[in-house]
């Protein structure tokens, strides 16, 4: 199963403030597995435009073996580059809400703050 925690500020019970996701969703075989292949996409693909919107690095820790992902917003943003950001982030939750809505044996989304 592919666990996901969505962290939000204690301040601003809106705005993410990173994301771990930590797993396999084990829905197919290695290179087939569908659960797994969306999950990738729509959070790497979300840390990408995060990076090319803000000039930014984020800090991210991936594992060789794909089972493991953690993000962290990059320091320093402007007001304008963080409400991009946010709606990236958000549109992040809502992509990863339908996976889960359609696969819920393989995929979990928790959120803490």
């Given at each position: 199963?592919?666990?996901?925690?969505?962290?939000?500020?204690?301040?601003?019970?809106?705005?993410?403030?990173?994301?771990?996701?930590?797993?396999?969703?084990?829905?197919?075989?290695?290179?087939?597995?569908?659960?797994?292949?969306?999950?990738?996409?729509?959070?790497?693909?979300?840390?990408?435009?995060?990076?090319?919107?803000?000039?930014?690095?984020?800090?991210?820790?991936?594992?060789?073996?794909?089972?493991?992902?953690?993000?962290e917003l990059p320091e320093s943003l402007s007001e304008k580059e963080d409400e991009q950001v946010q709606l990236?982030?958000?549109?992040?939750?809502?992509?990863?809400?339908?996976?889960?809505?359609?696969?819920?044996?393989?995929?979990?989304?928790?959120?803490?703050q």
């Amino acid at each position: 199963m592919i666990n996901i925690v969505i962290t939000k500020s204690s301040i601003d019970s809106e705005r993410i403030t990173s994301f771990t996701m930590e797993g396999h969703a084990n829905f197919a075989e290695h290179g087939q597995d569908i659960v797994c292949a969306g999950a990738s996409a729509v959070s790497i693909g979300t840390i990408n435009a995060i990076e090319e919107i803000t000039g930014k690095e984020p800090v991210v820790y991936q594992s060789p073996d794909g089972g493991f992902l953690h993000f962290e917003l990059p320091e320093s943003l402007s007001e304008k580059e963080d409400e991009q950001v946010q709606l990236l982030l958000k549109g992040m939750v809502v992509s990863l809400e339908t996976i889960q809505q359609d696969y819920k044996k393989y995929m979990k989304l928790t959120f803490k703050q």
